[in-house]
């Protein structure tokens, strides 16, 4: 089973600011790694997919880089419907498909 | 338009089944590249994929969980069923039903609201 290590777990981060999450694979994954943002009393929702694409609808503020075992989600410019919890999910080897434990984004 | 929506029991007793169905629209289960997966998610934790079901009837589940675990499709009525045996405390979690779209990997790209469930007696 891959494990998904993200970092930090908790990121203060001022509305107008740059935010960068972290998410590590135990092994390789190469380019199939997603992100999802979740927001209170809500499902996930898919931000980043293949590392780096972004799901429809989602604005340019997100991006996402990163392959085989390291990957980085960026908030350009945070704004106020951006404070959420951030996961990594990989989906190259599975079963499982496994997540990270998620790095929440609140208001410094 | 893809949607998901999950019914079933809120409160379940140790020892008991559960089982949650899912009902969608926008697509079909018989279209090839399509699968339907349960994903829980425990208060205040991270999402855990449960199960999946593949347009083929092929069926992925949980390595933790495999031994209590059944999924199945009715493809005439859009509905995916998964069936949870010898339901335990731990097992309490917010369960959510989703879309996957496969290529050679399979992402899951649309999400329920999810319904909660307590293992409570």
């Known amino acids: 089973e891959i494990v998904m290590t993200q970092s930090p777990a908790t990121l203060s981060v001022s509305p107008g600011e740059r935010a960068t999450l972290s998410c590590r694979a135990s092994q390789s994954v190469d380019s199939n790694l997603a992100w999802y943002q979740q927001k209170p009393g809500q499902a996930p929702r898919l931000l980043i997919y293949?590392?780096?694409t972004r799901a429809t609808g989602i604005p340019a503020r997100f991006s996402g880089s990163g392959s085989g075992t390291e990957f980085t989600l960026t908030i350009s410019s945070l704004q106020s419907e951006d404070f959420a919890v951030y996961y990594c999910?990989?989906?190259?080897?599975?079963?499982?498909?496994?997540f990270g434990q998620g790095t929440k984004v609140e208001i410094k | 338009q893809i949607t998901l929506k999950e019914s079933g029991p809120t409160v379940v007793k140790p020892t008991q089944t559960l089982t949650l169905t899912c009902t969608f629209s926008g697509f079909s289960l018989s279209t090839s590249g399509v699968s339907v997966g349960w994903i829980r998610q425990p208060p205040g934790q991270a999402p855990e994929w449960v199960a999946l079901?593949?347009?083929?009837?092929?069926?992925r589940y949980s390595p933790s969980l495999r031994n209590r675990l059944t999924i199945t499709k009715d493809t005439s009525k859009n509905q995916v069923v998964l069936s949870v045996t010898r339901m335990e405390t731990w097992d309490t979690a917010t369960y959510y039903c989703v879309h996957g779209t496969t290529t050679v990997v399979t992402l899951f790209d649309y999400w329920g609201h999810g319904t909660l469930v307590t293992v409570s007696s």
């Open positions: 079901i593949y347009w083929n009837d092929d069926k």
């Open positions: 999910q990989q989906y190259n080897n599975w079963p499982p498909w496994t």
């Open positions: 293949g590392a780096s």
